[in-house]
């Protein structure tokens, strides 16, 4: 993924936690490529994770995603990209 996903399995050496994994993005500036990249690492989440990792399926509908898994990163979100394109109803 052009080198914008960083994913690390954190352990500890007695067991004191359970392992957990962290993953940092970089996402592109660009709408046009920042959506198909967010498809890309969720597919990725899906398929790098191990048969042991707890994974939690949030609707029948929606992917299973590991359940400790911490993710970080720069988005590249920002408020004006919602508050220009919203069209419901405003509260008074």
């Known amino acids: ?22 993953v940092t993005i970089y996402a592109p500036a660009q709408l046009a490529k920042r959506l198909p990249f967010f498809s890309r690492v ?3 989440l899906i398929m790098c994770f ?20 911490i993710i970080t990163g720069d988005f590249d979100y920002t408020l004006r990209d919602v508050s220009t394109t919203f069209q419901g109803p405003r509260s008074k």
């Not at 191990?50 to 898994?69: A, F, G, K, M, Y």
């Open 1 to 22: 993924m052009d080198q914008r996903v960083i994913k690390c399995k954190v352990t500890h050496s007695q067991r004191t936690f359970d392992p957990f994994t962290i």
């Open 42 to 44: 969720i597919k990725m």
């Open 50 to 69: 191990s048969e042991n990792i707890p994974t939690v399926n949030l609707t029948s509908s929606n992917p299973i995603l590991p359940t400790r898994t």
